[in-house]
């Protein structure tokens, strides 16, 4: 059977279109990255990385860089979240905005005081797990994995730990498998955050006549909170719907 | 061909008749989480459940939360202002603007407050055609709702006074503490 010309030009555009994604999605990844291992009491264990570099020095700075950054948000970081919705039956808008605030002055001393425990270089990118302070323990190499396993408890169902809050982050349909783990990482952060603080406002306005009643509803929740000691403990990738999973977790402040 | 007629405008209606006598086909079950449509009931705690359906993963995840929040917030703030209403009435301050601002104040207050409390326990994403209808299920123990409810009513104590309210302000603590009944 052949096809018409504009349905193979579509195909074609859609294969065309679709190879960058296939490309920029991630196939490897350690094991330490989907699940943190527990640090010692004193140690804080971070993940970081990085995309793909031409040369491999490059790919490990710019990882260790972001697990550097990462340490600075373990230590502090100041979110501020603020989500308006309007609805008034036909229509609803609903407009969230998401603003965080590192202090990085912390950088140079902490680079100067880790030690990476192990790192993995993957096909699409770079993966380094570091310790600060500086371990002097010998850690075991982990070898790259492919298979992301079932879907965990912790997405439909948060953990219950006494002591310690936990947030979930999910993104879906990136282009590119940095930005979706950046992006969900950060979203678990201000879902944790909104478990411990959360300032709300809501105005509802009911009109009435002899036929109908129109709800107009204005809603306003919102956060300015610094966050303290907040680490992503686990990750998983939902390869059927494309979809990526952060779990972040800090103690009860 | 008269028969052939007749036998053609027979078939429609013999379909018609052997779908009528056919079992009926079974109700299609709503894709819905079950703690959606039946949010869990606890002595010590209240569930709220919210939903949203957006384009973005995100943006649904985030519209559901705040609605299931906001749901736990509005029920606290009814259940704490029902009360506080209910008291001025008896104590015969029930109209009064300070009794009213008293009331207002501490019940939003005592919302708001709660909120902090407030934690997403399960979520369920669904996807419909290219949108995202996310399910989120909001707790709250009530535990800390009567301490809650008296600092902020200690905190509005000039509002009270100002009420005129005949009930000394010891009365009002000892109502208070009637709202461990609010999850039952």
């Known amino acids: 059977m052949n096809s018409s010309p504009i349905s193979l030009m579509t195909k074609l555009l859609a294969v065309h279109l679709l190879i960058p994604v296939l490309l920029l999605a991630q196939k490897q990844f350690p094991a330490w990255f989907a699940q943190l291992p527990e640090a010692r009491e004193g140690q804080v264990l971070i993940v970081g990385y990085a995309g793909r570099y031409t040369k491999l020095p490059k790919a490990h700075d710019a990882a260790v860089s972001n697990a550097l950054k990462t340490l600075c948000q373990y230590y502090q970081m100041q979110l501020k979240f603020d989500l308006i919705e309007l609805s008034d039956g036909r229509m609803q808008i609903t407009n969230p905005i998401f603003e965080k605030s590192i202090n990085t002055s912390l950088i140079d001393q902490f680079a100067v005081n880790i030690s990476v425990l192990d790192s993995l270089p993957t096909e699409e990118g770079y993966f380094v797990l570091i310790s600060y302070p500086p371990s002097g323990k010998k850690f075991e190499h982990s070898n790259p994995k492919s298979d992301w396993g079932p879907k965990p408890d912790w997405i439909d169902d948060l953990p219950r730990q006494k002591g310690y809050v936990f947030g979930v982050g999910q993104v879906a349909r990136y282009a590119h498998w940095l930005r979706g783990w950046r992006d969900a990482d950060d979203y678990a952060r201000f879902d944790l955050a909104k478990s411990l603080q959360l300032e709300t406002e809501s105005i509802r306005a009911e009109k009435r006549d002899n036929r109908m009643t129109k709800t107009t509803i204005l809603k306003r929740q919102s956060i300015d909170f610094v966050l303290k000691k907040a680490n992503i403990v686990a990750r998983w990738y939902d390869q059927a719907t494309d979809t990526y999973y952060s779990l972040c977790r800090a103690p009860r402040q | ?184």
């Not at chain 2, 036998?7 to 709503?30: D, H, R, S, V």
Request: charged fraction near 25%; include cysteine; aromatic fraction near 6%.
């Open chain 2, 1 to 184: 061909m008269k028969r052939l007629t007749v036998f053609l405008l027979l078939i429609p209606m013999a379909l018609m008749l052997m779908n009528c006598a056919g079992e009926k086909p079974a109700a299609k079950k709503l894709d819905v989480p079950d703690w959606y449509l039946n949010p869990p009931q606890a002595e010590d705690a209240i569930y709220q459940a919210g939903d949203a359906v957006k384009v973005s993963m995100a943006l649904a995840k985030e519209a559901a939360d705040a609605r299931a929040r906001d749901a736990i917030a509005r029920t606290i703030e009814l259940k704490v202002s029902t009360m506080l209403k209910d008291f001025m009435q008896q104590s015969g301050a029930g109209q009064d603007a300070e009794a009213i601002e008293f009331t207002s104040v501490v019940s939003k207050q005592v919302a708001n407050n709660v909120l902090r409390g407030c934690k997403i326990v399960k979520r369920e994403m669904k996807v419909e055609g290219n949108q995202y209808h996310a399910y989120s299920l909001a707790e709250y123990n009530l535990n800390s709702l009567i301490n809650e409810t008296l600092n902020e009513a200690r905190k509005q104590k000039a509002l009270y006074n100002e009420a005129k309210a005949n009930l000394g302000f010891e009365e009002l603590e000892k109502e208070i503490q009637k709202l461990e009944a609010v999850g039952k």
